[in-house]
């Protein structure tokens, strides 16, 4: 798994001493990992997340999991707020209408399991987009395969309809 260090403008301190308690699956919605890498380190669009998974497995790092991405917006989950501060964001290169490709999906099986450790984040949370900001986001949709995380032990079954 190689990382490519590839800086984004976007982001900030984590508030109030918080550390990453979560990490939040979302899918870019854009035509290809490009678009997204993109944007997503555009000073104009003020957002951004910790990492980016191309479809073909290439595997981008914008922001060090110390500091506050602007990946999740306005949402809550388990009863707390700001979402940025307490969570790592990791963008996987899908428009959202299509399954996830088999290289994408190993990289997020690596990867998870090494953030999990470093900040003691334990299977329940990992969440996605939509069960933070849920109605408001759909990410990483219906076509995301939860059950292949919750076989690995990397999420745990939960009622997703959004």
């Avoid at 290809?32 to 290439?58: K, N, T, W």
């Avoid at 914008?62 to 990946?71: G, L, S």
């Avoid at 940025?84 to 990867?111: C, K, T, W, Y």
Wanted: charged letters at 20%.
């Amino acid at each position: 798994m190689q990382l490519i260090w590839h800086p984004s403008p976007n982001f900030g301190d984590r508030r109030e001493g918080l550390v990453p308690q979560w990490i939040v699956l979302h899918y870019t919605a854009m035509d290809s990992a490009g678009e997204a890498l993109e944007r997503l380190c555009d000073p104009q669009a003020e957002v951004s997340a910790h990492y980016l998974i191309g479809s073909d497995g290439m595997l981008w790092q914008m922001v060090d999991e110390p500091c506050r991405a602007w990946h999740a917006g306005a949402g809550q989950w388990q009863g707390l707020d700001d979402v940025n501060s307490r969570s790592i964001g990791i963008e996987l290169d899908n428009r959202g209408n299509h399954p996830f490709a088999e290289p994408q999906m190993a990289v997020l099986e690596a990867m998870l399991p090494q953030i999990m450790e470093r900040w003691s984040i334990p299977a329940e949370g990992v969440i996605g987009h939509s069960d933070s900001a849920p109605g408001r986001k759909f990410d990483p949709g219906p076509r995301f395969d939860w059950a292949r995380l919750v076989r690995q032990g990397l999420a745990v079954p939960r009622h997703r309809d959004h």
